[in-house]
């Protein structure tokens, strides 16, 4: 379990650090703020688009396998992304061609990282008992949230010497390294136990994009081993229009642009605010410290207020954006770190019970038989919000500040109207 954990928590935290150091490279490469943002879209177009093909393959015994080219994938992209900034910055490419670069060499991420997700969680789940698999899976669920905390707060001490802004790259391609030889060389072999499925997983923007454990399967024998994903026919695949999800996918899809827009904008927001443009090397810290709050009060709202409080799904939607709405304000008015810190750590919060809410909705709108169909469908939903929405939110705000903060409102608020009207109550 530590092998996996490690797996999860250094693929997370490696991703949020790069979020705490990319608008303070793109600063010191003189490139505008929306090509930065649209360096990752690229990346997450093929995680969406790949991941229900690894998630598929991870039930084929080959769960190992896929766990080591999915931390290949991760230190393959961060190696090359780490280098290409470096010359980048020293003057060896323009900024234009920098950023071409790191695109292409993040989309490595996109390509082959979302293998390892799902074979985690397929592995943990082959190996372990109806009675452990719960808070096994938990675990592994608990190391992306844990790793979107690390990330941030550890991002500004990796800024070395020699390195600079490139350092956290570098430092958790070693990670990454260490990671692999330890999987390769100490995690017991694919033998599994009980029957299991991988499943589709959102790449680790945030601490909201935790994996979602559906257990819609029963334990097999001991000597039954994973199945091939049965095929369905037409009439049996679940659609995105199916009246059931309508209003989970939609509530999902708007929901999530906002918190893609508002987690895009807000690095450039703070070299902004803080003054920092001029020395963009001292923007890491405090881009960290925001990022870093957010994710501890995300992951405050997931393990803590929704089992503490019992909230139902619609519960979760309707109150997690009302909360997320209310977050935004500051935010957008604040002019010190401790203002925007707050307003940014309230509508994470938000966002925290909002993703919970609208996944479990779309999960329990459907039959049994239906869930793997709906977990494929939610987390596509979760990666579609990823790929044009940061670069969108950047490009408003550089043309248009006041109109950049109302739309991320409207779009929050629209959940809100959407959630009361068109979601059915939750049971008492």
């Not at 080219?69 to 061609?97: E, K, N, P, R």
Request: proline content about 6%.
């Amino acid at each position: 379990m530590a092998l996996l954990f490690a797996v999860m928590l250094v693929t997370a935290a490696g991703n949020t650090a790069m979020q705490s150091v990319m608008p303070s490279i793109g600063t010191r490469l003189g490139i505008a703020d929306v090509w930065v943002s649209l360096a990752y879209s690229w990346s997450a177009l093929l995680w969406v688009m790949l991941a229900p093909f690894w998630a598929r393959r991870s039930d084929r015994r080959g769960r190992k396998a896929m766990m080591a080219l999915g931390v290949t994938g991760f230190i393959l992209s961060f190696t090359l992304c780490g280098m290409i900034l470096h010359f980048g910055l020293d003057g060896w490419f323009s900024a234009a061609f920098t950023m071409i670069l790191f695109a292409l060499a993040r989309s490595f991420y996109g390509l082959l990282g979302s293998a390892a997700p799902p074979a985690v969680q397929a592995y943990v789940a082959s190996r372990t008992g109806r009675a452990e698999r719960t808070k096994a899976l938990s675990l592994v669920a608990s190391s992306f949230g844990l790793g979107t905390v690390l990330g941030p707060a550890l991002a500004p001490l990796m800024i070395l010497p020699g390195l600079g802004l490139v350092g956290p790259f570098a430092v958790f391609a070693i990670m990454g390294v260490i990671v692999l030889v330890l999987l390769r060389t100490r995690l017991p072999d694919d033998d599994p136990r009980f029957a299991a499925r991988g499943e589709v997983m959102a790449a680790p923007f945030s601490a909201s994009s935790n994996p979602r454990i559906v257990e819609d399967h029963p334990d097999g024998s001991p000597d039954e081993l994973p199945a091939a994903e049965p095929q369905h026919s037409g009439t049996d695949r679940l659609r995105w229009s199916d009246r059931r999800l309508r209003p989970w996918l939609l509530a999902g899809l708007i929901g999530g642009h906002a918190q893609a827009m508002v987690l895009g904008v807000i690095g450039f927001l703070l070299l902004d605010r803080l003054g920092l443009r001029g020395d963009p090397d001292a923007g890491a810290g405090p881009v960290g410290l925001v990022l870093m709050a957010g994710a501890v009060a995300t992951l405050l709202a997931q393990w803590g207020l929704i089992p503490m409080l019992a909230l139902g799904p619609r519960t979760s939607t309707l109150w997690g954006m009302c909360l997320a709405a209310l977050g935004i304000l500051p935010i957008a008015i604040g002019k010190d770190l401790h203002t925007i810190a707050v307003g940014f750590a309230i509508a994470s919060l938000g966002f925290g019970l909002f993703r919970p809410g609208f996944t479990s909705g779309a999960s329990l709108a459907v039959s049994p038989r239906e869930q793997g169909q709906a977990a494929g469908v939610v987390a596509s939903v979760n990666g579609a919000a990823y790929i044009a929405a940061p670069a969108i939110g950047v490009w408003l705000y550089n043309h248009s500040n006041w109109l950049a903060w109302s739309i991320m409102e409207a779009l929050a608020i629209s959940v809100v109207v959407l959630s009361a009207l068109s979601m059915r109550k939750d049971p008492a």
